[in-house]
């Protein structure tokens, strides 16, 4: 499966953002998906993911109440509303596909997106 992340740029402390990540290529199998975020010097974290059906989600706790994670199934798209966005938000934002919710949690993913950068000026 191959994935296409959109949706970043340069925004201000308190605006909102819609990422999006949109899939291709499935061999029939379906995908948990989730999206992690790498800031300048630091290790790639967490931030959300979602079920196949998207009845179940996880966030970590920075971005509870914040972030709210969804999916189009049909169209084979996730998005990341990020809404109250804080300069500590700033990063370049992965989608990641894999075979359950806690391995993407996990960071056991099948295959990453390109990654979009999200800018939040203070």
Not at 11 to 16: K, N, W
Not at 68 to 79: F, G, L, Q, W
């Amino acid at each position: 499966v191959q994935l296409q992340a959109s949706g970043g740029g340069l925004v201000q402390a308190g605006d909102s953002l819609r990422l999006s990540c949109a899939a291709s290529g499935y061999t029939g199998r379906n995908y948990a998906m989730g999206w992690f975020r790498q800031a300048p010097g630091k290790e790639r974290e967490f931030v959300a993911a979602i079920s196949w059906l998207g009845g179940s989600t996880n966030y970590t706790d920075s971005v509870k109440g914040r972030f709210t994670i969804s999916r189009d199934s049909a169209k084979n798209t996730i998005s990341l509303l990020a809404n109250s966005l804080k300069p500590e938000d700033t990063a370049v934002y992965y989608c990641a596909a894999g075979l359950t919710l806690s391995q993407v949690v996990d960071g056991v993913a099948v295959s990453w997106g390109q990654g979009t950068l999200v800018t939040v000026s203070s």
